[in-house]
């Protein structure tokens, strides 16, 4: 029934761009907060971004300056925009959603991200 489905990945060169999409559904994502997170091969799960409902932002350090998290909640979508992208950053990408009240939380299927000359 909820369903947090990712799109937008794929291969970018070091200094490229990319934009991740993340469409819920059998949610309304007005009442959630919403974040980006990245797992690497061998490491644990971090944070990228989140935002919140009403549309206060944070990042990693080590993408502040580079990506930018926004939301369109008539469209039920929250987006990563990563720019200046560094080897570094490559790793799969989830999508996470938590209600402010009930706190249900869920995941999407996660996105790979490769950035490699």
């Known amino acids: 029934q909820v369903q947090l489905v990712e799109s937008g990945g794929g291969l970018v060169q070091p200094g490229g761009s990319l934009r991740l999409s993340c469409v819920a559904s059998g949610m309304i994502i007005g009442f959630n907060t919403m974040g980006w997170y990245r797992q690497a091969p061998g490491k644990q799960r971090e944070l990228v971004a989140d935002?919140?409902?009403?549309?206060?932002?944070s990042s990693a350090d080590s993408v502040k300056g580079r990506f930018t998290i926004s939301r369109d909640n008539t469209k039920n979508t929250v987006y990563l925009q990563m720019n200046s992208l560094k080897p570094e950053d490559t790793a799969v990408y989830y999508c996470?959603?938590?209600?402010?009240?009930?706190?249900?939380?869920?995941w999407g299927q996660g996105t790979q991200v490769t950035v490699s000359s």
């Open positions: 996470n959603s938590r209600h402010i009240y009930s706190r249900a939380e869920y």
């Open positions: 935002i919140t409902a009403g549309g206060g932002t």
